[in-house]
Every structure is written in structure tokens, then in C-alpha cells.
């Protein structure tokens, strides 16, 4: 330092020096203020210790920070879309009187409007989890601190959620538990409480939450535990329902009994809140018994007839431009079918006893069976039943809708109601009746305007008829009068009568040729059911009908209107009819009468038996049965010798019993009914030539002059 004097001024202006062991000077200017004594310095343990300054600075820092994190929060966390688990439904398919089919999707669940579910159910769930529900805010923050220090304390952990709060969880994060999930659940379901109103934040809680039997939402849950919609639920049922929601699982009563008390407790305790909250009755309250739940279901999914049913409705909704594939894929649809529950399952047992109780694991070719089915009533043109195969999840291929089997000589009626629309003639000029006398010698070549062509088609086991009637070639299902028959008509008209009456114009091998008329084309079960519904009913013919009502959200989808009209004549029509009864009194399908009333149809055999079917009407009720023959490894279709036993399986046999058994169950309960028909001029029974004697001596009213006879198709070889 240096030497020279430093010119400092005294700290006290006194000039005196502070005495050893005093007070530190004082800077100057200060003075010491009256009447407060001096604060002692801090020592020893006390220095470690904050201050007041100090701990109320850090408070307001921290509720600076708070609140500053809370406003950033909320004006950062917007409200998110859905979750894709708690948008997901699945769609219902129910039978005519509203009884489920099946649910089908990946998530059991079908949403309700809130007005949907009863005010004392609602009331149940709001006493369960959320008493002050319409008078508080989206958060309880005094339930969330109790549930926090209820945690921490060791006391268990315990929800503090408003209801608001776990439908923020349910429908738009999910079920993690992290400290970021929760604080987002607190800023959406604030700002979710000032969009959405009261009822609505209700409505979607209770379609999100999860009730345990895979039932997710109130809805599913009534049908899961109770068998009902949900707004049939009693107070005690939705009580129970309401209780559910603590534990799913656990307080499953039929799957865990040992848990009865625990879910009686709670149980009591929802039906007490009710009464604390005065919404319901004392009075009442002390006479509610719990209310057992059902026995839980396992899942059917798609088993049985059920896939065939979804298959074949999602099918019709798209082809008639109702919901295509993708909309009905988003779920939440509810439809009900035309399908009739008893009809249905009087096909079912039809077929199980008639057919597949007749399989036998020792011979191979069983293996081989298909069975398909439909049912139509002729005057709505509803489908009341289809059978599509033993089991969809082991026979994919609904055997009802498929067009790859020929339907054989269930397609001839067809050719004789062309012939009497068309008012067509033999190759010789008579007209074509059900009393026209043709040839029906074997492999007799068919004759066209240009003489005999090489079609010469085979009768079954080659027998040969000789001179014989169109009424007896029916009955007998000979093929070479009728395919003569499609030559004399023509076939392009045949194929458009076939169209007319229901065959769909795109049907595979529907060729304009005289082999229409053997059914060469492959249409399916259930075409073949709506052309014959089309006969039976008098020539009238609507789009068969397989879905009454569809609705989503409580509102219905609209359908198409039905319309119908004259396909073909009513006395062309009628006349087909009177000729297929004869089938049944006495031709190749009287294994029909078993069905004990008034009946009509015809048999048909597919080329190589590789298809076998029955085709037939009561005026209530048509209906189309046929086994058909597949090797399940490859697929191909195969012949049926000796399968069920038999030598042979024909359109008479086991499809015609079938046939019976179902429609005699179908309409058990319903009277007898004789057809009413009006037939064309001279085609009764009673106008039958005799031919015994010389067909051209004028006993056939059809037939031409002897002169004129002779050498005429229908008369030679």
C-alpha cells in the first residue's frame, strides 16, 4: 500500500473508536428507531432454519408458478378426439319380435340416448359415483386432496374422480395411471364441463363405462346381466348395475359368489343414497330385493347360424344401397331382420334330424354334406328362416346365398309358365298346356325349326316314357319333354320369365338354350325361394324382404318401400301351380304330404347328383331345401352316392322330407289353407287326354288333326 496518508473519514462522527466487544458502528445517516430494540443476530441451529421473508416468498412463488401452470395447462391442453376403444360398437342383429341374434363387432357395445335409460337408473349410477354431480364443478378438488392423503397416509387408494373426470378417462386418454394422464383428465373435463352440458357428459358416461361379461356401456350391460334392453331395467337392477361399476369382475355375484356380501353393502349403500337424495321412496326402498343376475353367456360370436345370418343381411343392405361395408363396419347399428325366431329354429332341428342325424363318421363320403335353405312368405316376401350350413365358423360358405350349384329340375315349372305367358305352341301348332301330349323316349334329340340337333338330353335312370302328358312329365320330372318344351317356347323367353319371376338376370349359366330348361344354372337357395314365392303368390312378384328396421342413435334409417307387380299372368301362374300338386299327390315329391296340408312343389336332381332339391309352397309359406355334395379339403363339389346311406340322394328323398318337417313345425300354429287358383281354359285334370287311346282322335283338345299329328315331334322317335 502506499505510504501517504489516506484522508479517511471516521465511520462515527464523534470521531471515538467503537470499544472492544461493542456495537459495529453505525453507517451514516442511520439513527436507531425509537422504541425497537435491536435484533439479535441469528446463532448456531437457528441459522440453518428459513425465515418468515423466506417462507412466505416461497409460498407466493410457488402459487405464482401454480397458477401460472395451471392457466398454461388449460389454454395448452385442448380437448382431444374419442379414443378409438370407446367409439367402438358393435352392431346388433335381432329376429322379428326384437330378440337378439347376435352382437357383432370387436367391442360389445350398443349406445343409448340418455332419455333411453330410466331416471331411477340414472339416479342409481349418480349415487354410486357421483352424488353432486349436477350442482358441482367437473373437478372436486376437497375429494381429490381426501383421496390423495387417504393414499399417502396408508389408508388405501381411493378415487376422487367426479364423474365428468372418469368419462374424460373412458372416452378421450385411457386407463394408464401417470401423473400426465391425470393432470390432462383435470384441464379436459374442466373445459369439457363448460362445452357439453350436464346430461350429455351423463349420457356418454354411461355409454363408455365397462360393467364387467365384456359389456361395455348401460345397454350392453342390461342384455349381459339381465337379458333386456335397458329401458325395461327395474330400480333394483340398476342398482346392482350401478354397483358394478367399483369392480366389475369382482362384483359379478354369479361369477364370484364368495363376493355376495361385499356386493350387498354396496348395493345397499347406491339404494341408500337414493333415499338420502330423495329420489326414492322409503317406503319402496324398504321393499326392493336384490335382484339376481342372469347366468353369464359365453360368447357365441359367430357360431352356428349366426355368421350365415350377419353375412347374408350385410349383403342385402349393401346390394339394395341401404349401408355399404365400410358405414356398417363403424358399428352402432341396430337391425332387425325378417327372420322369425321359431321358424328359424324349426329349420335348424328340420335339417339336424332329417339329415345330419343320419351322417356317419365310418362313411367318408358324409364328410361331403351341405345343407342350405330359405323360407319366404309369398304375400310380404319377408325371409322368415335361412339355413346356411351346420356351423359358420365351419363351413364359411353359406349354402342359402351361394350360386355355384346347378338347381336341377326344380327350374321346369318355369318352362311351362313361360310357355303359358308367351302363349306358345308345339313345334306342330298346339298349344302348350299341362294336357299337351309330347314325346318322352329317352335321349330323344331335340327338334328345332330346323329339324333334330344334337342335343339329345338323358332321362333319369334312362327311362323311356313314350307318348305322356306335360301334367305327368312334371310329375316325373322327365327332362327330354321339357327341354323340347324350352325349344317349342323358346328359350330366350324362358330366361326372361325366370327373371321375372325372381331369378336374378346375372345368375351363372342361365344360357338361352333348351338346357335351361334342366337347370343348368347355378342360382341359389334363395333365388329359387323368391321365384317360387312369386307362383305362390299369383304371379306377384316384390324384392324378397330380410330387414325390417334399422336404427343408430335411436334414429331409423330409411329403408326402401316394397313394390310389387304382375311378373307374370295370375292364371299362368295359377295353372303352374295346380300342375305341381300333382307333384306332391302323387309324382316324384310325395314324401311332401308329411307337411299335413295343402301343398305344392317339384323335385331336381344337379348333374352327377352333386346337388339334390326341393322346391315347394303351402299358400303361407315357400320354401327351398338342398343337400348339396363338397370335398371340405379342396373345395370341389362332388357327387352324393351312398352318402346318408343311400345309393342315391334325389330331390325326393331327404330335401322333400326336410321340407315337410320344417314346414309342418313352421305353421303348426296356423290353419290350413286351400289354394285359391284360377287356372288357364282346359288344363284341369279332368281335360287329360286318355292315351291309352289314339292321341289324335280329338280327346285331347290340344292335340292337331290325325293327318297333321303324324310325323309331328311329339309323336316320333
Known sequence: ?????????????????????????????????????????????????????????????????????LIAGYHLVDIPAANAAATAQSNVYLYNDGSVIVRHGDVNREKVNLSQVPLTVQRAVLAAEDRDFHSQPAVDVRALLRAGWNTVTGKGKQGGSTITQQYVKNYYLGQERTVVRKAKELFIAVKLNREESKDQILEGYLNTSYFGRNAYGIQAAAQAYYGKNVEDLTTAEGAYLATLLNAPSAYDVVAHPDNEPAVLRRWNYVLDGMVKEHWLDAAERATTRFPAPGEAKPPTGLSGQRGYIVQAVEDYLSRRGILDEETLATGGYRITTTLDKAKQDAFVRAVDTNVMAKTSHEREIDRNIRVGGASIVPETGAVVALYGGIDYTKQYVSNATRRDYQVGSIFKPFVLTSALVNGSTTGDGRPITPNTVYDGSNRRPVTGPQGATDYAPANEDDVDYGSITVRTATDKSVNSVYAQMAQDVGPGRVRDTAVALGIPAKTPDLTASPSIALGTANA???????????LADHGRRGPYVLVDKVTKGGAEIELPERTTEQAVSREAADTTTAVLRSVVEGGTGTAAQAVGRPAVGKTGTAEEDRAAWFAGYTPDLATVVAVMGQNPDTGAQTPLYGALGLSRVNGGGVPAETWAAYTEAALRSSPAREFDLETAPGSDEVDEPDLDEDPGSGTDPSGPPPAAHSGAPTDTG
Not at 471515538?16 to 443476530?41: C, E, F, L, N, V
Not at 341359389?524 to 312369386?534: G, P
Request: aromatic share 4%.
Open 1 to 69: 500500500m502506499s505510504d501517504e496518508p489516506q484522508n479517511w473519514a471516521p465511520r462515527d462522527p464523534s470521531g471515538a473508536m467503537a470499544a472492544p466487544g461493542g456495537d459495529r458502528p453505525r453507517k451514516p445517516g442511520r439513527t436507531p428507531r425509537k422504541g425497537h430494540p435491536k435484533r439479535p443476530r441469528r446463532t448456531g441451529w437457528r441459522r440453518v432454519l428459513p425465515t418468515w421473508r423466506m417462507i412466505l416468498g416461497t409460498a407466493l412463488g410457488l402459487a405464482l408458478l401454480l397458477g401460472g401452470g
Open 524 to 534: 341359389s337357395v334363395l333365388d329359387m325361394a323368391q321365384a317360387y314365392a312369386t
